[in-house]
T-cell receptor, first 113, second 114 residues
Framework: AQKVTQAQTEISVVEKEDVTLDCVYE???????LFWYKQPPSGELVFLIR??????QNEISGRYSWNFQKSTSSFNFTITASQVVDSAVYFC??????????FGAGTTVTVRA | NAGVTQTPKFQVLKTGQSMTLQCAQD?????MSWYRQDPGMGLRLIHY???????DQGEVPNGYNVSRSTTEDFPLRLLSAAPSQTSVYFC?????????????FGSGTQLSVL
């Protein structure tokens, strides 16, 4: 069985602050994939990034960066210099060998102007 | 391309009523799935399909039926609605059967069962 834990339920920051979202996962698969999705107040789900278990390189995309550490089973997400438009619910997800994508409970990020 | 289209967007049912949530995609995706989203629980997989004629259960299948007669359509049926099925439902699809493929989501259906 696989499991994704996002321990932070809600995070509130002031604009331009950095915010890091934690994601810890459990799986018995040796090959697996990790994802982050964003759900803005409008409700749609938007894909942000995927990472496979063999690629531990960190990734940066604009103000977004991801830190994958297999040793601690974590796939954390940092928003640098946050903006009001970053306010959303962020989900971490895990896919193993059975076509089932498991999501964490989500972290609600509120960025105040 | 319209992507993944879900209908209806909102629905109110009485306990015991039945209904079908529609999902259609025009991207020729093999993989389709249904999730429900509840506060504090993230998205939980209800059923999924890896191709026409093939379906399987996810994490929370009880009370729901699915079928996949065509590549494009993947309807979700509630045979006898219960208040516990009040939730937001998302349909999602992906291009291939590989686990690394990102999902394309529909806009969601907000269902209330009274």
């Amino acid at each position: 069985a696989q499991k994704v834990t996002q321990a932070q339920t809600e995070i509130s920051v002031v604009e331009k602050e950095d915010v890091t979202l934690d994601c810890v996962y459990e799986t018995r698969d040796t090959t697996y994939y990790l994802f982050w999705y964003k759900q803005p107040p409008s409700g749609e789900l938007v894909f942000l990034i995927r990472r496979n278990s063999f690629d531990e390189q960190n990734e940066i995309s604009g103000r977004y960066s991801w830190n994958f550490q297999k040793s601690t089973s974590s796939f954390n997400f940092t928003i640098t210099a946050s903006q009001v438009v970053d306010s959303a619910v962020y989900f971490c997800a895990l896919s193993g060998g059975d076509y089932k994508l498991s999501f964490g409970a989500g972290t609600t990020v509120t960025v105040r102007a | 391309n319209a992507g993944v289209t879900q209908t209806p967007k909102f629905q109110v049912l009485k306990t015991g009523q039945s209904m079908t949530l529609q999902c259609a995609q025009d991207m020729n995706h093999e993989y389709m799935s249904w999730y429900r989203q509840d506060p504090g629980m993230g998205l939980r997989l209800i059923h999924y399909s890896v191709g026409a004629g093939i379906t399987d259960q996810g994490e929370v299948p009880n009370g729901y039926n699915v079928s996949r007669s065509t590549t494009e359509d993947f309807p979700l049926r509630l045979l006898s609605a219960a208040p516990s099925q009040t939730s937001v439902y998302f349909c999602a699809s992906s291009y291939s059967l590989g686990q690394d493929e990102k999902l394309f989501f529909g806009s969601g259906t907000q269902l209330s069962v009274l």
